[in-house]
């Protein structure tokens, strides 16, 4: 447990705190909720995944590495406002290479992040249990049911993962939009379509942008969200997905976000979302060389045991 750190701002693992100028990590915490048609409650989980980061060791167990005795991190602070999502990176670096995580909040927040990240195409990585190709919902056209609609609007390829539950106009869609490439769940079940979306994912060229709405595991491993649905992937699909997307040198990953979590009494979920987040930094510091580098990350500064 870290020593040093005897105040309420939350960090992540305990660790000090850069300036986002500085950070090789920048996590963004979302606090957006407003379109939520299920349950309710994302916008509670980011703080709630930062404190439950406490609990994970600072050993990547995989890759054989501490990611943050290389790295420093920045926790941005919380954004409430919808309208405010767009300008949430706007002190960011422009001479280093980070990464950008965002932790929400419901998944109306994506379409906002890209449109702040990039001003050009790119393909994002749609990891969700459902299609969210709505035009709009209950009337919502920044509904958690419309993102996919609105990142082709932008202009990018969206590759599906993990679907499982969706309209009829959603499916013809999927069906007759080039731009679209979806993996459905129950083709998951099958290993040889399992290793053709992880080449499919290694072989991404470009811009992309990975987003992880926690419906797509199955709620075995995370039962609380949004809108949950049988089925689902696991967890260690997941991180296959991860080292395939993050160890692809042709791909640039331009940022991250992970939504729709639903903080819950058992801590099942949250802890599952901070060990993902951690897998996240883990193979990302990997892509980028960081375990071959000099150890002045945020690990150094503190006292552990």
């Given at each position: 447990?870290?020593?040093?750190?005897?105040?309420?701002?939350i960090?992540?693992?305990?660790?000090?705190?850069?300036?986002?100028?500085?950070?090789?990590?920048?996590?963004?915490?979302?606090?957006?909720?407003?379109?939520?048609?299920?349950?309710?409650?994302?916008?509670?989980?980011?703080?709630?995944?930062?404190?439950?980061?406490?609990q994970?060791?600072?050993?990547?167990e995989?890759?054989?590495?501490?990611?943050?005795?290389?790295?420093?991190?920045?926790?941005?602070?919380?954004?409430?406002?919808?309208?405010k999502?767009?300008?949430?990176?706007?002190?960011?670096?422009?001479?280093?290479?980070?990464?950008?995580?965002?932790?929400g909040?419901?998944?109306?927040?994506?379409?906002?992040l890209?449109?702040?990240?990039?001003?050009?195409p790119?393909?994002?990585?749609?990891?969700?249990?459902?299609?969210?190709?709505?035009?709009?919902?209950?009337?919502d056209?920044?509904?958690?049911?419309?993102?996919?609609?609105?990142?082709?609007?932008?202009?990018h390829?969206?590759f599906?993962?993990?679907?499982?539950?969706?309209?009829?106009?959603?499916?013809?869609?999927?069906?007759e939009?080039?731009?679209?490439?979806?993996?459905?769940?129950?083709?998951?079940?099958?290993?040889?379509?399992r290793?053709?979306?992880?080449?499919s994912?290694?072989?991404?060229?470009?811009d992309?942008y990975?987003?992880?709405?926690?419906?797509?595991?199955?709620?075995?491993?995370?039962?609380?969200?949004?809108?949950?649905?049988a089925?689902?992937?696991d967890?260690?699909?997941?991180?296959?997905?991860?080292e395939?997307l993050?160890l692809?040198?042709?791909?640039?990953?331009?940022?991250?976000?992970?939504?729709?979590?639903?903080?819950?009494?058992?801590?099942?979920?949250?802890?599952?979302?901070?060990?993902?987040?951690?897998?996240i930094?883990?193979?990302?510091?990997?892509?980028?060389?960081?375990?071959?580098?000099?150890?002045?990350?945020?690990?150094?500064q503190?006292?552990?045991?």
């Amino acid at each position: 447990m870290n020593e040093t750190n005897n105040n309420n701002t939350i960090e992540y693992q305990e660790l000090p705190n850069t300036s986002m100028q500085d950070a090789d990590i920048v996590i963004n915490r979302v606090c957006w909720g407003g379109s939520v048609s299920g349950k309710v409650g994302t916008e509670d989980a980011p703080d709630v995944i930062l404190i439950e980061t406490e609990q994970m060791e600072y050993y990547d167990e995989d890759l054989e590495y501490s990611p943050m005795k290389h790295m420093q991190v920045h926790v941005a602070e919380s954004i409430h406002e919808f309208d405010k999502i767009k300008t949430s990176f706007s002190a960011r670096s422009r001479d280093k290479k980070q990464l950008f995580v965002s932790l929400g909040g419901d998944h109306s927040i994506t379409p906002q992040l890209t449109l702040a990240l990039v001003d050009k195409p790119m393909t994002v990585l749609f990891l969700d249990a459902h299609a969210d190709l709505r035009r709009s919902y209950l009337g919502d056209v920044n509904s958690h049911a419309t993102p996919a609609f609105q990142l082709l609007k932008q202009g990018h390829k969206v590759f599906m993962v993990g679907i499982r539950s969706m309209f009829e106009t959603e499916a013809l869609r999927i069906k007759e939009d080039k731009n679209i490439t979806c993996f459905m769940d129950r083709a998951l079940r099958s290993e040889a379509v399992r290793e053709e979306v992880l080449e499919s994912i290694a072989s991404l060229e470009g811009d992309v942008y990975l987003s992880i709405d926690m419906d797509v595991f199955n709620p075995a491993y995370v039962p609380s969200v949004g809108t949950p649905q049988a089925g689902g992937i696991d967890y260690y699909f997941g991180t296959d997905i991860l080292e395939a997307l993050f160890l692809n040198s042709s791909a640039n990953i331009v940022g991250v976000d992970m939504v729709e979590l639903i903080p819950e009494e058992s801590k099942v979920s949250q802890l599952f979302a901070a060990k993902f987040l951690q897998k996240i930094i883990s193979y990302w510091g990997k892509s980028q060389g960081f375990d071959t580098k000099e150890q002045t990350g945020a690990q150094m500064q503190v006292k552990y045991e």
